[in-house]
């Protein structure tokens, strides 16, 4: 009933403003947001670029509180971290019905890497390198974040990342910004639909720009770089957020060329709507507009009026547009047609996504029940999981291990749910995700013998172990002696045929705020498995982390590694299954794994230098190299095993001469010799050997991930055309250059089959 009378007030309110029942159209969108803004006052105007927390905002009370009042004034444009139907109608009605003008409210949370049901952190997401899947994600995710009321998320997250030092690596999709591109693409595709259902919900492209490349690692530090590399490495994922017609971006917390993002003219209007068209409106990430006050840029006015100049249309959570743009418009320093453009981006985003036809679109109270946190969500989620592991070591192939026998589950992440979602679950139900423990019992628990036992705290300092198990992810501290601890986990390990040791990160020891000087597993778990070894059984380590580790001595050691990232609330599901090989593994890394934090930033597409080390080198006096260890990774970017062992033909190139626009194309062959089906990733990088500026040693250029049956063969061709080889040059025009290309195919990014083409304009 309430919900009847909501709807029907709602829809009398807007026909006095003239609701485009059902139509869409530029046109149609331009005249009725300029007959609303005709009847808005200044005030009003400022009031929808304004995004304040939902803060305490209780059902059923909602009316008396602060944002009540503010939302009744038209001083609210949309409201952050509020869920559930009730709550949000709530909140609607109060802006449709008791607002002068009845404009409806946005409402954004963080669905990162998933709603209830959660799939992998992005960085696992990503290494799945199959698009479909990650657009089958965020499909999911905006079906269930919709039908709990929410219009728009703060996602996609699209910053490349080179430094596993910065916690928020494990939001991103990894190093490489053609892969980034890609995964933006599908996630806004998947998040957004064209609007037209209740399901679909507005993406918001993050953090432009350059987010990723915070100096030495630390969250929110200074960025500094060039615009070459700025154009061809960093940019390009959120020009392709452009492109697939994200609806909303977000500015970045760090500097751009001396200029905070947030006040950065270039950036943000030059660049993001001059240069790349964006349609959308530009929020602030959390209080950013305050946050220039510490940067150096001026009082709270000046850096919002900075804001407003720089092309930002709405303030989250700091509320330096509503306390000071009227002043700022009354002195002249900033226009009225500057906030005309911001608060008509808005209203436009409230119109695409049909809240002016229907505010209470997302609020419809059965779709929670029957559309969240389903089945077929769930087995979705543990697929996709299942493919973002990534196998880095089988030494002696231990692994798929056999339905049979005894098994030691041991270390600080085996019996422990809320850590498996990860970090950025902000809807997740921890109590319903699944452990390694609770998993491995249910599938083969009748079969395997399960045992278990702690072995090791996850950090022996217990003020870091509380950092670490933040936002309710409980450690579950063990308070006696660590070796007491290992004790009986050797105990528990001696009557095993075979050791899994769930060690790592927790989830919080990456994502905001989580930045890590020192990237190796904590030497207490070191330690666990060290004493695991000397029982010379055979150990499986499944490695939880949110980062690249630093984990040479491990991979000397473990003779089998699986990488599980965080892999979502079904990852004690789709361990299981990956471990007992139902699932093959076929996740490859989208960053590359460093010896030690001091080779960091080290990445796959860099530079040769003047001095390059000679290939297979270790240390040549005056190369570019360390004295203390070599310049390779332990894994490098692409790189995963499989349970099946993929061998790659030589490389087969159409031609090896080219013109203009002519296309290439290049071939392997890919056979499965081994007697488990699985999947591959065959990639495909170029190198331009001689440039107006340097080039990259390799950069990828495609990829495909094909199935290939045991004992079978697949040809995989690549199309290359000139498009592929264009890069920003020094004047940053997009253009290639003719010359010789060295066109390079394989299964990661170090080893690849190789061929020489000569490319003429
Ligand atoms: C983060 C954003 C996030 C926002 C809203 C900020 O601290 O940097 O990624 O979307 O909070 O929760």
Redesign the pocket.
């Known amino acids: 009933m309430k919900l009847l009378t909501g709807f029907l007030l709602v829809t009398s309110l807007f026909c006095s403003c003239s609701a485009p029942v059902q139509q869409k159209g530029d046109e149609k969108m331009d005249a009725f947001i300029s007959g609303l803004m005709k009847k808005m006052t200044v005030e009003e105007k400022i009031g929808q670029l304004n995004l304040p927390g939902a803060g305490d905002v209780v059902t059923g009370q909602a009316a008396n509180s602060d944002i009540a009042k503010k939302i009744e004034k038209g001083q609210v444009g949309g409201l952050?971290?509020l869920k559930s139907v009730a709550k949000i109608r709530e909140i609607q009605q109060l802006a449709v019905e008791k607002s002068r003008l009845h404009i409806p409210l946005l409402f954004g949370l963080?669905v990162i890497h998933g709603y209830e049901t959660i799939f992998p952190i992005p960085l696992g997401l990503s290494c799945t390198w199959d698009l479909k899947a990650i657009e089958r994600s965020a499909r999911i995710a905006a079906t269930e974040a919709s039908a709990d009321g929410i219009c728009w998320t703060?996602s996609p997250?699209v910053d490349i990342a080179r430094d596993p030092r910065w916690g928020r690596i494990a939001e991103t999709s990894g190093e490489d910004a053609f892969l980034g591109s890609a995964i933006a693409k599908a996630m806004i595709r998947g998040y957004q639909g064209d609007f037209s259902k209740n399901s679909n919900i507005m993406a918001c492209v993050?953090?432009y720009a350059l987010y990723g490349a915070a100096e030495a690692g630390r969250d929110y530090n200074t960025v500094d770089m060039s615009k070459v590399r700025m154009y061809n490495d960093y940019l390009p994922p959120y020009h392709a957020g452009v492109e697939a017609g994200a609806g909303s971006f977000?500015a970045s917390?760090n500097e751009v060329d001396g200029i905070p993002a947030t006040g950065n003219k270039w950036l943000m209007t030059d660049v993001l709507r001059n240069q790349w068209g964006f349609k959308g409106f530009v929020v602030t990430?959390?209080t950013g507009i305050n946050e220039m006050i510490a940067h150096g840029m001026g009082d709270l006015q000046t850096v919002s009026a900075l804001a407003l100049h720089a092309g930002i249309d709405m303030d989250?959570v700091g509320e330096g547009f509503l306390l000071t743009l009227k002043k700022s418009l009354d002195e002249g320093k900033v226009t009225i047609a500057q906030i005309d453009n911001a608060c008509r981006l808005i209203l436009e985003a409230k119109y695409k996504l049909g809240l002016f036809e229907n505010p209470y679109k997302y609020c419809d109270e059965k779709r929670a029940a029957t559309e969240i946190f389903t089945a077929s969500n769930r087995s979705e989620a543990r697929a996709i999981a299942a493919q973002s592991f990534v196998l880095l070591k089988n030494e002696g192939n231990i692994l798929p291990l056999k339905k049979s026998g005894t098994i030691a589950l041991i270390g600080p992440l085996a019996d422990n749910k809320e850590n498996m979602p990860g970090t950025w679950s902000v809807a997740a139900d921890f109590s319903k995700a699944t452990s390694v423990l609770a998993g491995l019992k249910e599938l083969v628990g009748d079969k395997v013998n399960i045992l278990y036992a702690k072995g090791s705290n996850l950090d022996a300092d217990p003020a870091f172990e509380a950092r670490a198990g933040m936002f309710g992810k409980s450690l579950g501290r063990d308070n006696r002696p660590a070796a007491d601890i290992i004790r009986e986990a050797l105990q528990v390990a001696s009557k095993a045929d075979v050791i899994v040791a769930a060690v790592g990160e927790s989830a919080e020891m990456s994502g905001?705020s989580s930045s890590r000087t020192n990237i190796s597993i904590p030497q207490v778990q070191k330690d666990l498995i060290r004493a695991l070894l000397k029982t010379g059984k055979p150990v499986v380590m499944l490695l939880f982390t949110g980062r690249p580790l630093a984990i040479p001595e491990e991979n000397d050691q473990v003779p089998a590694i699986l990488n599980v990232w965080f892999g979502g609330s079904e990852a004690g599901y789709a361990i299981t299954d990956v471990l007992f090989g139902d699932v093959n593994p076929s996740g490859k890394l989208s960053t590359t794994w460093p010896q030690n934090v001091g080779q960091v930033p080290l990445f796959y597409n860099h530079k040769n230098t003047g001095r390059p080390l000679g290939e297979g080198k270790w240390f040549e006096k005056f190369r570019s190299d360390y004295l203390d260890v070599s310049n390779d990774p332990v894994y490098p970017f692409g790189y995963g095993l499989s349970y099946s062992d993929f061998h790659y033909s030589d490389i087969r190139l159409s031609d090896t001469v080219l013109k203009g626009n002519q296309v290439l194309t290049a071939s392997v062959t890919v056979k499965n010799n081994s007697k488990y089906d699985g999947a591959e990733v065959v990639q495909l990088y170029i190198h331009d050997l001689v440039g107006s500026i340097t080039r990259p040693v390799k950069e990828l250029k495609g990829f495909q991930k094909i199935f290939i049956k045991a004992g079978e063969l697949k040809e995989v061709s690549f199309e290359i055309k000139p498009e592929e080889l264009k890069f920003y040059n020094a004047s940053l025009q997009y253009d290639w250059e003719p010359g010789q290309f060295e066109i390079m195919i394989g299964g990661n990014s170090r080893d690849l089959k190789k061929g020489l083409i000569n490319w003429m304009k």
Request: no cysteine; hydrophobic share 45%; net charge negative.
């Open positions: 952050l971290n963080d703060f997250m993050k953090h977000m917390f990430d959390y989250m905001e």
